[in-house]
């Protein structure tokens, strides 16, 4: 079974080896554009769609704006070499993902005679053109119990929402987003406490190990599909400023999903300016603690807010920069 790997995240180094040691030869993949030339096609097409972010693009080069620092990753793939630099020392035909759009990758692609594509957290939509290619199918790792979070940040979304239970769907991929039939799925319990890294830390290894097991089942011939409950369904949706914390009309609950959730993210959580004040202040490392008559070791980091106690650690904002308490 001739197999193409599909993977612009950290997943798709973490299981490139699991891929490679199933039942199945691993004969190419399609990866992030890391080159120059890259960078540049999808600028431009990005441009043709909207030209006016040419603006923006300009702005951005001359007068970038401050951004707080990010916390080091605690993924499970943390440190790990990205998949194009896998499958170089592999001997394995890497193509950065821009090429895609292209509807001569379609023959390229074809080319490898493929039994099965797999997708791991890439993100983007494939065409029709690309889905014909494999005689067995696409399919795709969704870190959620499907029908329930399609689309991104699915992860982001379950600890938003507070919810409980979470999971890794393996699914065949139509031209609807996280729309197909579902083959398997695997279960995670969301704790109260946990974070964004700590579920990571869990759906990583369930994701790995039902990469192994679907591949093994496509082997042996014994792959089935379900299809999704649509009345079901629910789509990720980040509204604007989602990361915000106002300490007098946030209640404590969300104050606790927002953090764990953001915390260590490209989406830092901040608290909304007060009376005469011109900046954010985004929280790198905090805590919240339920109750109005909670006590806090250090008053010097305790934030009262509606429902409880702001403990913050660690802050950035523009104008005093990184603080430490």
Same mark, same amino acid.
């Given at each position: 079974?001739?197999?193409?790997?599909?993977?612009?995240?950290?997943?798709g180094?973490?299981?490139?080896?699991?891929?490679?040691?199933?039942?199945?030869?691993?004969?190419?993949?399609?990866? =992030?554009t890391?080159?120059?030339?890259?960078? $540049?096609?999808?600028?431009?097409?990005?441009?043709?769609?909207?030209?006016?972010?040419?603006?923006?693009? *300009?702005?951005?080069?001359?007068?970038? =704006?401050?951004?707080?620092?990010?916390?080091?990753?605690?993924?499970?793939?943390?440190?790990?070499? %990205?998949?194009?630099?896998?499958c170089?020392?592999?001997g394995?035909?890497?193509? =950065?993902?821009?090429?895609? $759009?292209?509807?001569?990758?379609?023959?390229?692609?074809?080319?490898?005679?493929?039994?099965?594509?797999?997708?791991?957290?890439?993100?983007?939509?494939?065409?029709?053109? *690309?889905?014909?290619?494999?005689?067995?199918?696409?399919?795709n790792?969704?870190?959620?119990?499907?029908?329930?979070?399609?689309?991104?940040?699915?992860?982001?979304?379950?600890?938003?929402?507070?919810?409980?239970?979470?999971?890794?769907?393996a699914?065949?991929?139509?031209?609807?987003? !996280?729309?197909?039939?579902?083959?398997?799925?695997?279960?995670?319990?969301?704790g109260?406490?946990?974070?964004?890294? $700590?579920?990571?830390?869990?759906?990583?290894?369930?994701?790995?190990?039902?990469?192994?097991?679907?591949?093994?089942?496509?082997?042996?011939?014994?792959?089935?599909?379900?299809?999704? !409950?649509?009345?079901?369904?629910?789509l990720?949706?980040l509204?604007?400023?989602?990361?915000?914390?106002?300490?007098t009309?946030?209640?404590?609950?969300?104050? #606790?999903?927002?953090?764990?959730?953001?915390?260590?993210?490209?989406?830092?959580?901040?608290?909304? %300016?007060?009376?005469?004040?011109?900046?954010?202040?985004?929280?790198? !490392?905090? =805590?919240?603690? #339920?109750?109005?008559?909670?006590?806090?070791?250090?008053?010097?980091?305790? *934030?009262?807010?509606?429902?409880?106690?702001?403990?913050?650690?660690?802050?950035?904002?523009?104008?005093?920069?990184?603080?430490?308490?």
């Amino acid at each position: 079974m001739r197999v193409a790997l599909f993977a612009n995240d950290a997943f798709g180094s973490y299981v490139f080896d699991a891929v490679r040691d199933a039942p199945c030869e691993l004969v190419c993949a399609v990866g =992030e554009t890391a080159s120059g030339k890259g960078r $540049a096609i999808r600028k431009l097409r990005a441009l043709r769609r909207r030209p006016s972010r040419l603006f923006d693009m *300009i702005r951005a080069r001359l007068s970038p =704006e401050p951004t707080p620092p990010r916390e080091p990753s605690r993924s499970p793939a943390a440190g790990l070499p %990205p998949v194009h630099e896998r499958c170089a020392a592999w001997g394995i035909p890497f193509f =950065e993902d821009y090429r895609l $759009a292209q509807p001569a990758f379609a023959g390229v692609l074809a080319g490898f005679d493929l039994d099965l594509i797999l997708v791991t957290t890439f993100g983007a939509i494939l065409r029709p053109h *690309i889905l014909a290619v494999p005689r067995r199918g696409t399919v795709n790792f969704h870190f959620a119990l499907l029908p329930k979070y399609r689309g991104l940040t699915p992860e982001l979304c379950c600890l938003l929402d507070g919810a409980r239970e979470t999971g890794v769907t393996a699914h065949f991929i139509d031209e609807g987003v !996280d729309t197909g039939p579902i083959i398997k799925q695997a279960r995670v319990t969301v704790g109260d406490r946990d974070d964004f890294a $700590a579920l990571q830390q869990a759906l990583y290894p369930t994701g790995r190990a039902l990469v192994a097991e679907v591949l093994e089942a496509f082997a042996a011939g014994s792959v089935t599909a379900t299809p999704q !409950d649509e009345s079901a369904a629910s789509l990720c949706r980040l509204p604007s400023g989602f990361q915000s914390i106002s300490t007098t009309d946030t209640p404590g609950a969300r104050i #606790h999903n927002v953090l764990r959730a953001c915390l260590g993210t490209r989406f830092p959580p901040y608290l909304e %300016p007060g009376p005469g004040q011109s900046h954010r202040t985004y929280l790198l !490392d905090a =805590e919240f603690v #339920h109750g109005t008559d909670a006590v806090v070791p250090d008053a010097r980091r305790a *934030i009262r807010c509606r429902d409880g106690v702001l403990l913050a650690r660690r802050t950035w904002d523009q104008g005093g920069g990184l603080a430490t308490y």
